[in-house]
């Protein structure tokens, strides 16, 4: 299996965030990718090629011009003011409050995102434009006839909506990616969510489309980030009705609780018929991740895989979440491993 990676990830590397009421060093870190690309290496999964430039078109194609400009230039005007920390959002628009965009720094942050999770350093805009360009020439390597192709982006982007940053993401990969494919002809694109976070940017990019269907295993969002969206109502609107599938699990959830579900998702995604799957691949769902409350073990990953491939669609995989930086390598690599039956 081909392998798209960046270099420019080490640009973003954010210093801190607020968990349980106390500022702590990030948990998505450069690390994480470093230990991936190293297992990839030592498991000789195949070649690993760098990211094509795209541009900003298929990016805009997904994502909203203003936010798109604020992350852009957002660390020059922060540095502008003297500042040298990290560029972090604090006050959002939410009940009550106007929907109107201010001219302040801190206001269009807080106008753009919908949690503190997403420190803007000096190299952010860099390394998230870089991440895309990893999932476009991961498309671009399906799209020209391979069978399967992981794109190892991060920073992640499954939290992030057509004009909301969130959740350590700033731009949506696998949402570029599906609308690539469908901008090159494609009509029906699957997208398979396994990150233990509902992916609420995902949902709400394509949740009045009937060309993506998006099916997501994640944490109950009752007691579980996002929080706000992700419940098994949530089924699309208008065209889109029917083309939304959220499967939420209880803490605790091991993998037979957990392959019941994907048995579910796949069932669907094989009813919708695509040409083409995506998968966001989040390994957070492990048994020793810091943040989250699931229990799947490394060789869960190897029958995650298998049971992916049993679809039998072109895929192709980009990296999400996963903070157990010492297993992400084993856990995300089993994965592609056991699609490719090793
Ligand atoms: N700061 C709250 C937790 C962010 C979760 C990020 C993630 O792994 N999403 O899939
Ligand atoms: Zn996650």
């Given at each position: 299996m081909l392998t798209i990676y960046s270099d420019d990830h080490h640009l973003h590397h954010g210093r801190c965030e607020l968990i349980d009421g106390q500022l702590m060093p990030c948990f998505e870190k450069p690390e994480r990718a470093d230990f991936i690309r190293e297992r990839v290496l030592a498991r000789q999964l195949g070649p690993i090629e760098p990211a094509r430039d795209w541009g900003l078109a298929p990016i805009a194609r997904v994502h909203?011009?203003?936010?798109?400009?604020?992350?852009?230039?957002?660390w020059a005007r922060w540095a502008a003011l003297g500042q040298e920390g990290d560029l972090l959002p604090y006050t959002w628009p939410t009940r009550t409050l106007r929907q109107q965009k201010p001219d302040s720094v801190h206001g269009?942050?807080?106008?753009?995102?919908?949690?503190?999770?997403?420190?803007?350093?000096?190299?952010t805009w860099q390394a998230a434009y870089s991440s895309a360009q990893v999932a476009l020439t991961a498309q671009h390597h399906i799209a020209s006839g391979a069978t399967s192709a992981f794109a190892l982006?991060?920073?992640?982007?499954?939290?992030?909506?057509?004009?909301?940053?969130?959740?350590?993401?700033?731009?949506?990969?696998?949402?570029?990616a599906a609308q690539a494919f469908l901008d090159q002809g494609y009509r029906r694109v699957a997208i398979l969510d396994v990150d233990y976070h509902h992916g609420n940017g995902t949902q709400s990019i394509f949740y009045e489309r009937s060309d993506v269907l998006f099916v997501s295993l994640h944490g109950d969002p009752a007691i579980e980030f996002p929080f706000f969206l992700g419940y098994a109502d949530e089924t699309g609107a208008g065209a889109g009705e029917g083309y939304n599938l959220n499967l939420p699990l209880p803490a605790g959830s091991d993998w037979p609780v957990w392959s019941a579900a994907l048995k579910q998702g796949c069932q669907a995604i094989d009813d919708y018929q695509p040409e083409v799957l995506i998968v966001?691949?989040?390994?957070?769902?492990?048994?020793?991740?810091?943040?989250?409350r699931f229990k799947l073990t490394s060789p869960d990953y190897l029958k995650m895989g298998a049971r992916i491939r049993a679809l039998n669609l072109p895929t192709l995989f980009v990296m999400e979440g996963g903070y157990a930086v010492e297993a992400i390598g084993i856990n995300a690599v089993n994965v592609l491993e056991g699609f490719e039956q090793r």
């Open positions: 909203d011009q203003g936010m798109l400009d604020f992350l852009q230039g957002a269009q942050f807080g106008y753009y995102s919908f949690d503190a999770g997403v420190p803007i350093t000096a190299g982006c991060r920073p992640p982007g499954h939290h992030a909506a057509a004009d909301l940053m969130g959740g350590y993401c700033y731009l949506n990969n696998a949402a570029i966001s691949l989040g390994v957070d769902t492990f048994e020793l991740d810091p943040i989250s």
